[in-house]
C-alpha cells in the first residue's frame, strides 16, 4: 500500500507534466511580453537575444541534460499510473533507427517517460542506443518552454532535424516519432484503438534515406488517462479543430481528467491507468537516397504489418479485448 505522503507525491508530478504541457509556453509568453512594458525590459531583451542566438539548436538533436532525465519527479510519475517498459527484442548498436511510437493519446506519457527520462532505464535495455524524441515545431517558438522541453533532449520534428541526427557519424542513433501526431489526439477516446497510420509515410521515406531500421512502439492503455470529448468527422466543430490544427500544428482537444483532490471531480489531473509501453522488432530498411513511391509502398506495408501483429500479441496481458483490433485511419 502507498502512503498519502507517496500519493500526493505522485499526483503532484502527473499534475506538473500536464500543467507544463497546457501553460508553460503561453504563460512565460505573456510574461516576457509584459515585462517589456516595466523596468525588467532588460530581462526581456536579454532572453529574446538568447531565443535567436540559438533558433536553430532544435534542428541539430536539441540540448539534452543527462541529469533532467533522472529527476525523482519522473519516479513518481511513472509510479503514478504506473508505466513500463516491454522490450521484446535487440537493437543492435551497429545502426541507426526510426522508432515509431503509437498511438498519440493526449500526452504521449508512455514514449515520454520511457524514452525521454531513465525511469524504466531505457538506455539499460538499449545500451549504445542515442533515443531522441521529436516534437511538433511549433513549440519551439514558445520562450523558455522551449528551453525546458531542449533540456531532455527532445528535438523539432521536421526533415532537417531527423536527417541532421541519422546523418550522425556514431551509429546508434534512434529518432522517437509520434507518427499519428496531433491529427491522432482526436481520436484519444478511452477503449478505442484508432491510429492515423494509413497516410502517413514521411517516416518510411526518413528510413530509407538514411538506410535506419524501423521499430513499432505500442503504448497500451495511453488513450485511457483522459476522457475525450470527440466530434463527429465533418462537423463544425471538427473542421474548427482540423482547421487550428492546419495553422499550427497543435489539434485543440476538449479532454478531462479527475480533480486533484477528489477522484470523483472534473479536473487535469489524469487517471491512474497502467500504460505499458511496447518496443517490436526492428526491420531492416535499404539506403536509398531516392526511393520510388512502390518501394515507400512496400515498407509502410511490412510497418503496419509488424505493428498489428506486436498489438495482438500483447493486447491481452496489457489488458486490452482478445475481441479488439486496431483501426487504421
Not at 74 to 82: A, C, G, Q, S, T
Request: proline content about 6%; overall charge positive; hydrophobic content about 45%.
Amino acid at each position: 500500500m502507498k502512503t498519502v505522503r507517496k500519493q500526493w507525491l505522485e499526483a503532484i508530478s502527473a499534475y506538473q507534466l500536464v500543467l507544463s504541457f497546457l501553460f508553460m509556453g503561453p504563460f512565460f509568453s505573456l510574461l516576457l511580453l509584459f515585462l517589456l512594458f516595466t523596468p525588467l525590459w532588460s530581462f526581456s531583451v536579454l532572453y529574446l537575444v538568447w531565443f535567436f542566438l540559438d533558433w536553430d539548436t532544435p534542428n541539430r538533436g536539441g540540448r539534452r541534460f543527462a541529469f533532467v532525465k533522472t529527476w525523482s519527479m519522473w519516479k513518481e510519475l511513472r509510479d503514478y499510473f504506473p508505466v513500463k517498459l516491454v522490450k521484446t527484442a535487440e537493437l543492435p548498436r551497429d545502426r541507426n533507427y526510426v522508432i515509431g511510437g503509437h498511438p498519440h493519446g493526449i500526452m504521449s506519457v508512455g514514449n515520454f517517460t520511457n524514452f525521454n527520462t531513465e525511469m524504466n532505464d531505457s538506455s539499460k535495455h538499449f545500451p549504445g542506443i542515442r533515443l531522441t524524441l521529436a516534437g511538433l515545431s511549433f513549440i519551439f517558438y514558445l520562450p523558455i518552454y522551449r528551453d525546458y522541453i531542449s533540456s531532455y533532449g527532445i528535438c523539432s520534428v521536421n526533415r532537417r532535424s531527423l536527417d541532421f541526427i541519422l546523418s550522425q557519424p556514431q551509429p546508434g542513433q534512434a529518432v522517437v516519432i509520434i507518427i499519428g501526431g496531433a491529427q491522432e489526439a482526436l481520436y484519444a477516446i478511452p477503449g478505442t484503438h484508432h491510429l492515423v497510420l494509413r497516410n502517413r509515410k514521411g517516416f518510411v521515406r526518413l528510413a530509407l534515406r538514411h538506410g535506419a531500421s524501423l521499430v513499432p512502439v505500442y503504448s497500451f492503455g495511453e488513450n485511457d488517462i483522459f476522457h475525450l470529448k470527440a466530434f463527429a468527422p465533418g462537423s463544425w466543430q471538427y473542421l474548427c479543430q482540423v482547421a487550428f490544427k492546419k495553422l499550427t500544428g497543435y489539434s485543440p482537444c476538449i479532454f478531462w481528467g479527475r480533480g486533484l483532490f477528489s477522484a470523483s471531480s472534473w479536473g487535469l489531473l489524469p487517471f491512474a491507468r497502467p500504460i505499458t509501453t511496447v518496443v517490436g522488432r526492428p526491420i531492416p530498411v535499404p539506403q536509398i537516397l531516392c526511393p520510388t513511391e512502390e518501394e515507400v509502398n512496400h515498407y509502410h506495408r511490412l510497418y503496419m504489418q509488424a505493428l498489428e501483429t506486436l498489438f495482438e500479441e500483447h493486447k491481452e496481458s496489457c489488458g486490452v479485448p482478445a475481441s479488439t483490433h486496431l483501426t487504421f485511419i
